[in-house]
Every structure is written in C-alpha cells, then in structure tokens.
C-alpha cells in the first residue's frame, strides 16, 4: 500500500512537472514569437528608412548637378534610357530609364565614363 502511495506521487509529481514544463516552453516560444515580429518591424522600418534616405540624396545629388550644368549653359541629361531600340512593344518595355545615372556622370558639361571599362558594345 505505501509502495502504490509513492508511485501516486511520483506520478502527479511528474505530471505536474511535465505540464509546468510544457506551459514554460510555450510562453518561450511566444516571447520568441513576440521579438521576432518586433527585430522583423524594427529591420522593416529601418530598411524603408535608408531606402528612402539613398533616394533623397540620390536625386538632391542630381538635381544639384542638373542646376550646376543650367547655371553654365552646360550638359543637361532631360531623358535616357538603355533597352533595345525596336519597334515592337515587348521589346520597348524592356528599356530601362537611366537618366539619374546619366546625368550624375556628368561633370563640367562633359559626360565622364569611368577607365578601366569598355566603352563600345
């Protein structure tokens, strides 16, 4: 009889134990769960924020450079881009507008494209 109280006990010991186990798991994979979704904002957030930042420089870069050039009746890209040059539509959707990038390479009214790279097709 004592030996049927001690593994009774045991028993709701261990169940107890295993269930307070269990339930410690699971509210560590909610935190888990709660900072991923916040690391995952946070990293969002940022990302947009730096995007954005590249973006406004980028163009305050270039609409300095646009300016310069007017002042000094210099180079002024209006528009370019690079793609083929076919008449048929899903041809031209392929074409991609580098303008920015053109025009940032431009410097005292001379479009300068860097050495060391092949200029010809």
Do not use: W
């Not at 134990?17 to 560590?28: D, P, T, V, W």
């Not at 000094?72 to 074409?95: H, K, N, Q, T, W």
């Amino acid at each position: 009889m004592v030996m049927l109280r001690c593994m009774l006990s045991f028993l709701r010991f261990y169940r107890r134990a295993r269930k307070e186990l269990l339930e410690e798991r699971s509210n560590i994979r909610r935190e888990i769960e709660e900072m991923t979704l916040l690391l995952r904002e946070t990293a969002r957030k940022h990302t947009h924020a730096e995007k954005n930042k590249e973006g406004m420089s980028t163009r305050l870069m270039v609409r300095l450079a646009e300016l310069n050039e007017r002042c000094f009746e210099g180079l002024v890209v209006l528009e370019a881009s690079y793609g083929p040059i076919d008449s048929d539509p899903e041809a031209r959707d392929l074409a991609v507008d580098v303008t920015v990038a053109i025009q940032a390479l431009v410097h005292k009214s001379q479009l300068y494209i860097p050495g060391h790279r092949s200029k010809v097709c």
